[in-house]
């Protein structure tokens, strides 16, 4: 899922603010997510739990980062793609209730994890990061959809300019 960031990071980079700032939280949350879950370069020798404010830290950058998307970023992207058609605007449309699923595994995650403080619940933690990392690729593989029709649509737009 880095590698796939960093390859967003490069092709859609510095061409909005707004994106910039949701590719910046989308690796925040990947590295977050990295550290709870033991993966490297956050690997530890000795296997061990992840406090539950470290837990409770992931979700508060979850639940942020699934509403930045409902809430900001998907209405921007799907009215900016609107000024290039209706085409563009009904691909952005298509895309949007295939995201829904991957917010409610998301929500779903945060009700679990964000308050508990019981460890039998955390030994259930390896087993739920899983499902939600994929979960969370196929939203990231989503969103990169809806930015790809935006830049596809403004580079032709600027081309013919």
Known sequence: MLRELEKAEQKWGGSNKLIDQWLKNRRKLLV???????????GKSEKSLPSFEH???????????????????????????SEYGESSKTLAQQ??????PTTNAALDFNDKYAETQDDIVLYQLDK???????????????EDELLEVLHRKHSEHTQQA
């Open 32 to 42: 977050h997510y990295c550290q709870i879950a033991g993966l490297p370069p956050y």
């Open 55 to 81: 837990v409770k830290s992931f979700c508060d950058l979850l639940v942020d980062y699934v509403s930045e998307g409902h809430f900001e970023v998907y209405d921007r992207v799907v009215n900016a793609c």
């Open 95 to 100: 895309v949007l209730p295939k995201i829904t």
């Open 128 to 142: 739920d990061l899983s499902e939600l990392a994929h979960n969370m690729e196929t939203r990231f593989e989503l």
